[in-house]
């Protein structure tokens, strides 16, 4: 019940649509989470995408020119976060534009089954805006999100574009590491 409440006050805050609330909401859902535990809290068109119990859990692969992270909810709904280039964790924070005719680089993906009998799916790409990482450090992990979506069938067609906000929390990440050290990849980054 407790974690209900928590989650329904994280998503009131996230409402207010100030930078502030959602950092605010995102620490709530943080005190909520266990370790390789994720909330994404988006809405596409207005409307949220994940259900409010969905948790998730994943994966970051870090390289000195690539993240890739995938967070899979109990529901089969499935996030993927690309964020690429040369040192993408040295600035502070970390902010890649998302273009639907740039660099694939850095992307975002999000998904879910809307019909598991005939597994029928639900899925969207950002097609244009940006993704933050408000916090980046071993222990804790906040991006931002904000653009426009195009479902996949509909990706290259910008009239078909909605808008999309949200953010994703996720606690302790499960991490693998290529060609770079931890310290490396987190020392640069900011922490909250």
Same mark, same amino acid.
């Given at each position: 019940m407790t974690r209900c409440l928590l989650l329904f006050l994280a998503l009131? !805050?996230?409402n207010c649509n100030? =930078?502030? %609330?959602?950092?605010? &909401? &995102?620490d709530v859902l943080f005190q909520t989470l266990k370790e $390789?535990?994720?909330? #994404? !809290? !988006?809405?596409?068109?207005?409307?949220?995408? +994940?259900?409010?119990?969905?948790?998730? %859990?994943?994966? /970051?692969?870090?390289?000195? $020119?690539?993240m890739n992270l995938t967070l899979t909810d109990q529901f089969e709904g499935k996030t993927i976060i690309n964020l690429g280039g040369e040192k993408w964790y040295a600035a502070q924070?970390?902010? =890649?534009? #998302?273009? &639907? $005719?740039?660099? !694939?680089?850095?992307?975002?993906?999000?998904?879910?089954?809307? $019909? =598991?009998?005939?597994?029928?799916?639900?899925? +969207?790409?950002? /097609?244009?805006?940006?993704?933050?990482?408000?916090?980046f450090t071993k222990d804790k992990m906040v991006f931002r999100i904000k653009g426009k979506v195009g479902k996949y069938s509909d990706f290259q067609q910008p009239d078909k574009y909605i808008p999309a906000e949200g953010f994703i929390v996720y606690k302790k990440p499960a991490v693998s590491l290529g060609n770079i050290t931890e310290k490396e990849v987190f020392s640069s980054s900011i922490s909250n």
């Open positions: 009131f !805050v996230f100030s =930078k502030d %609330s959602s950092d605010q &909401a &995102a $390789n535990e994720a909330k #994404i !809290v !988006v809405t596409i068109g207005g409307k949220e995408f +994940y259900p409010k119990e969905s948790t998730f %859990s994943g994966q /970051a692969l870090i390289s000195d $020119n690539m924070p970390i902010t =890649k534009a #998302i273009t &639907a $005719n740039g660099s !694939v680089e850095t992307s975002i993906k999000m998904g879910k089954i809307i $019909n =598991k009998a005939q597994m029928i799916g639900e899925g +969207y790409m950002m /097609a244009e805006g940006e993704i933050t990482a408000t916090t």
